[in-house]
């Protein structure tokens, strides 16, 4: 299992090597541990798997297999691309590493934070101008648990442990012990990989969830954001002679633990323990921070004079903080020379007292020591540095801290609650009916739900009465959750971010979860005119989710509504007259298709910003992208600097999941990386932001959104889709794939229509079959439809793919996805059923194909992206088998009996796991 062939000399060397060594380890685990005949079908596979380009031989062959080979052959194979996925990463650490060595002040590394600073210099920007910029700039990364990691934490526990192996072995000074003994400790992790169990035995829970994320947050994330500050700095060192002062332009925001849309398992003990456990892991990485500074800074008051201040600061505390024995031992004798080490004692013992407390605990009688008292303790300490000349060792460990203080607090991520709109209207209206407002609130037409919403909202009067009133358990537990929202916001504001409303269609659908927080006291009073008419406003974002084709075309009209609310209108002032929408990519594209998603969400973000300034509000969008480009992945930082110029206002947020989440952070120098373009394209976007987009080409780009979205509707809606899609594709067994707590339908069953499926394993099943159809489906059609009726020509969409980010990004993502798929492949799996909508696919992806090249003037798919399309090449014939095999299993599954299911279905989630890793993506 290596890259010796003659196709594969277009890979780095150093690629090569590596993986070439890790096929070698990773056959004689195969011999050892699963037998030669393992072994030897895997190497026969992959050789029938190159020399046929139809995979009609390799299926024959397959089919010759019993279930304990194919078992054996999947396991080998999966471990194989975790391995090279592994090689991956490291690889592109190691050319961007390089690439960082040869950069200098005039040639920064591309897509850097200095080169970012760079460009505003040569622009001609000043001090006061950038700095503004960088006041205004604001990223959150919002980690969900949408369930598309299908690797359990053991198998990444494995692979990181091999990545830091790999990393050794690349060091030119070691000895040959040390190589030897790194290199063996490779060959024992891929054996354990090859004998861990691949699929998780049960579900994951909530609380499983929460804890992958924690992992990145509290490692890789955690040094990262210290990284990027520190890279600011110096950026801003080096242009000016008296840079200005580095905001926190990164924070993380979470909704493990506060998604409630469509998740039963997220309960209000499961909320709770959220925000419990994110607190305790803060403070934990903090008091290990003040541990290590501690131990650093050994300054001593005899050997240079030590500022006032910090006498008095240590005093203050010696006043109000209690020590116990071994704390005043180290400040009265071990340390009483040392005022630095006195002073983070001090801070230790009110980390360790603010560690006895949950995120909701109540302090009735002392102040709580929180995040802002801990930066305040820091800050003196730096300060007293600083005068003493100190300067490296401020701008050290306790400068990294500071931010890392400021971006995490004591809460670690805010958590986000989302749920769905039609979760709040019934609870509205049940309490209505206690309260004898109406007993017909669902019934009532969108006037008349406003006109009794904007009166609850100008009295203080709760609908619910303080005893005797019976709720049903929805409610009850949907007011329980605000509760909760008020007493974290209470305890910490910064670890509460916002309330989300999804499948938002009117204004009530936001009004009614106002009226749901002032009824439990989520609730301020506004001031001025609101405050006088008794009005208030939540203190966290409230924010619609706009995820269909209708929602987002109707953007505009629906601020405009909402904005000429009184209630709202209050709530706008509360929130210092700034509004956040988030923008549903997965459902966008699953209801209108490819190309009609992406415009629409284009054109829908001029729209909103538009509104916004009308009604002179600042505008702030949340971007649910997902991984695969059918749910708006892609490259982050095309799809940024693609935006519209009008709806940038700085301050940008976007969703990351499952093996999003995992590629990106998996290592220190990929998430550097990553959050670099993150800023990088930001400032970009931002030197653009001064400019409107021409909207002469928005004719045409209707037209082939229109055409488009009908083509894909087309099939979709056809009464023999739907079945066809089920038989083909392993939809069915995907659902029984234990890799997230929520369900694959809103409806909370496996057996969903198109409807009630969600995106996820709508595309997740596309991905498995290989026909990746969500991410370039109707293209073709409405491009050459468009054409055809002269509203463009091709030399006007070659010069629109050559100037224009958005119109790129899109065209590329299309290749992307097209060059990632194998109609090979895909048209066996068509063969499990009868009917023929696989020539129907086909031929839109030839006609797709053929137009994008004529934009693009190629010959390929990708011709601009010469690395990817080889390691596409690369990994084919050994996806190839996988997908084989996954066929094979799917023809027995249909005539096995009741016996043979269970085995027959643990073999099929093994497919789905090897599929997944060979593909680097789920949904």
Known sequence: MTFEEPENQALTEPLRRQVNLLGHMLGDSIKQHLGEEIFEAVESLRECAKADSDAARLLERVADLSLDELEGVLRSYAAYFRLVNNTEQLEIARINRERERRATREEPREESVAQAIEHLDELGWEKDKVADLLDNLLIEPTLTAHPTEARRRTLLDIQGRIAARLTELGREALTPVERDRAAEEVRSEIELMLTSDEVRVERRRVEDELDFGLYFLATTIWDSIAAIHRDLRRALAERFDDPPAVPNVLRYVSWIGGDRDGNPNVTPEVTRHAFDKQRRVALAKHKSAVEALRDKLSVSRRQAPVPDALFESIEADAEHVELDDAERRLVERNYRYEPFRQKLTYVLAKLREASKAGAFDEYPDTPRYDSTAFGQDLTVVGAALRQMGLDRLADGELADLLVQVEAFGFHLAALDFRQHSSVHESAVAELLSIAGVTDDYEDLDEAARLEILEAELSTPRPLQPRVGAELSDKTRELLEVFDIARRAHQSEPASVRAWIVSMTHEVSDLLEVLVLAKEVGLWERGSGEHGAHGRGYVPIDVVPLLETIDDLAGAAEFMGELFSSEAYAAQLDGRGRAQEVMLGYSDSSKDGGFWMANWSLHKGQRALAQACREHGVRLSLFHGRGGTVGRGGGQTKRALLGLPPEAYS??????????????????????????????????????????????????????????????????????????????????????????????????????????????????????????????????????????????????????????????????????????????????????????????????????????????????????????????????????????????????????????????????????????????????
Request: proline share 4%.
């Open 650 to 923: 700085g301050r940008i947020r976007l969703t990351e999941q499952g093996e999003v989440i995992s590629f990106r952070y998996a290592l220190d120098a990929i998430a550097h990386r990553h959050l670099e373009q993150l800023v990088h394209s930001m400032v970009e976007a931002g030197i653009r932001a001064s400019s409107a987009e021409d909207t002469s080409r928005d004719a045409f780009m209707e037209v082939v959104a229109e055409r488009s979205m009908r083509t894909y509707r087309e099939l979709i809606d056809d009464p023999e889709f739907w079945p066809w899609y089920q038989r083909i594709t392993p939809i069915e067994h995907i659902s029984r794939l234990p890799i997230a707590s929520r369900p694959v339908s809103r409806s909370g069953g496996n057996d969903a229509g198109f409807e009630k499926l969600r995106a996820i394993p709508w595309n997740f099943a596309w991905t498995q079959t290989r026909y990746n159809l969500p991410g370039w489906y109707g293209v073709g059609t409405g491009l050459k439809h468009a054409l055809d009726e002269d509203e463009c020509t091709v030399d006007g969409l070659r010069a629109w793919y050559a100037e224009w980010p958005f119109f790129r990004s899109v065209i590329d993502n299309a290749q992307l996805e097209m060059a990632r798929a194998r109609l090979e492949i895909a048209r066996h799996y068509a063969q499990l059923d009868d009917d023929g909508f696989h020539d129907k696919l086909a031929a839109e992806f030839e006609r797709t194909r053929d137009v994008l090249l004529t934009i693009t003037q190629a010959d390929v798919l990708l011709s601009h992206n010469a690395t990817i399309r080889n390691l596409i090449a690369v990994r084919n014939p050994y996806t190839d088998v996988l997908n084989a095999i996954q066929i094979e299993l799917m023809k027995r599954w249909q005539t096995a009996d009741d016996t043979e299911c269970p085995a027959l279905g643990h073999a099929l989630l093994l497919s789905l796991n090897g599929i997944a890793a060979a593909m680097q993506n789920t949904g």
